[in-house]
């Protein structure tokens, strides 16, 4: 068995990690035959509301012999594994399950000061053991789950992989973005122009060439983690995530378009985005835990040419809802990492960034080092705005309207002590600096629907700090807690003795 105190590589692939979740009592593996029309979402869901152990379906009703496909839920869900909750975060990264949210947001950051490491193009890989064309392929007939009972269809997309390339193949961009089944050989999904998937879509519209794209199931963990992380345009995630794991990924050429995919992905679908058909899309219950029924929208149809796979694959899947699944755990992290990385590199005396899980990716907490924002012989509103232009001026930025800013007692990791900054220090109006020359992403509820929909919403830092924490090193207060109101001997002997006294062992 690994031991995961040494533990120190990122698994190369979805197995491997399948493995070491099994290894740590974190895996369940049903073999009972479950209906992929809601049954299978809602054992999902109850698992990210119980923190349970990641499901594995490998009888999905419809399912035709080896073929396509095996389903695992809540990937990157919590786990209830005891001094392991961000478990199955950290060991995607290669740190040790038992990794702190501080500690998983210094090994992404760390990477973005390492070298890229660009991928390794080989021949082939077990993504190319089998392999569809044309009308071969047809995706109404797979056992694509219905995740919730008022979307507009089947979402086989919700945790994997989109790859497009620039018309002058200077970027290849690796996201995360839902797609739905539309007909035999079409998903339809968003894409949204600020993205980047976005970005690179207006410059095949702008020459009126559709898209070349491939959508990736199943690729390493640490790749889909950095596919969901905001980090500069231009930039290929690609070679961060060599660097983050300290090896190059490999990749395999698709069979009908010259990008390159994770060799070892366990399906990969390739084809183009169309640039002028479309169709209605959705709803879909959406990362912030609310859908409103009926609700279509108007996106671009993808054209599915090839389906490459390997030997009894695995679709991985995120049933979006309440906190706390995939968009939370994978998102939101790496949204507070380079949020951090970006404030560190404006110069601001920012230690710590984290978006809690509770906030559906809608806020930030972040934390001064207060030594150095002293020495820096300023104030609440001069610092505050002077952080809110950074943050929300930046690409992450823009899917955030809220933020707290929190001073060193404060473990922005912990929402009960967020919460207990905002009531004891923030004071209404006074402590809260509005923006309004930043946009919004238009999936938050109240920017469609909410008062004034449509309209640029305005941001906030909300400042959870007194004033003599800006200019004194030493705080006035104590605080009334176990670590705070008793000498350390006293802490000590109580720890100790707390099974003899009867409680059960923490």
Known sequence: MISYQTHSEAAADLRQ??????????????KEEIDPEMELAAITRRVYETEDKAPLFENIMGRK??????????????????????????????????????EIINKINEAKNLQPLP??????????????????????????????????????????????????????????????????????????????????????????????????????????????????????????IGALVGKPVDVVKCETNNLRVPANAEIVMEGFASISE??????????????????????????????????DPILPICITGRATEESHTVWAVMI??????????????????????????????????????????????????????????????????????????IDPTDLRDLIWAEATRCEAGTCEFLFDEYGNIPLIPYVAYGQKPDRNNKKV????????????????WKVGSFKGSYPIEVQRKVETDWTKYGFDAI
């Open 336 to 409: 507070a990492a380079e949020v951090l990385s970006i404030c560190q590199s404006a110069g601001l005396p920012i230690q710590m960034v984290w978006c809690p899980f509770e906030s559906h990716a809608h806020w930030l907490a972040i934390q001064v080092d207060r030594k150095k924002l002293c020495d820096l012989n300023t104030n609440m509103d001069e610092f505050s705005t002077k952080l809110g232009h950074v943050v929300f001026g930046s690409k992450p930025g823009w899917y955030i309207p809220k933020v707290f800013l929190v001073g060193e007692d």
């Open 278 to 311: 479309t169709a209605p899309e959705g709803p879909m219950m959406e990362y912030h835990g609310l859908v409103y029924p009926g609700r279509t929208k108007e996106c671009p149809i993808f054209k599915v040419n090839a389906i490459t796979y390997r030997e």
């Open 119 to 240: 991928p390794n193009g080989v021949e082939s890989g077990p993504v190319k053991e089998y392999k569809m064309f044309g009308d071969e392929i047809d995706l109404t007939t797979l056992p694509t789950p219905l995740l919730h009972q008022h979307d507009g269809g089947k979402f086989i997309e919700t945790f994997g992989m989109h790859i497009v390339q620039k018309p002058n193949g200077t970027w290849t961009n690796w996201s995360i973005t839902r797609a739905m089944v539309h007909g035999k050989r079409t998903l339809v999904g968003p894409i949204i122009p600020k993205q980047d998937i976005g970005v690179i879509f207006e410059e095949w519209r702008a020459i009126g060439q559709d898209m070349p794209w491939a959508l990736c199931f199943g690729v390493p963990p640490a790749a889909i983690m950095v596919g969901g992380m905001p980090i500069p345009k231009g930039q290929d995630e690609a070679g961060y």
């Open 461 to 476: 830092v909300k400042c959870c700090m007194l004033p003599c924490e800006f200019v004194d090193e030493e705080l006035p």
């Open 17 to 30: 990690f399948l493995k070491e979740l099994d290894d740590e009592n974190d895996l369940l593996i049903i």
């Open 65 to 102: 012999g080896n073929g396509l496909f095996r389903v695992l839920g809540a990937p990157v869900g919590l786990s209830r594994v005891p001094g392991q909750r961000l478990g199955r975060i950290a060991k995607s990264l290669g740190l040790p399950s038992s990794a702190t949210g501080r």
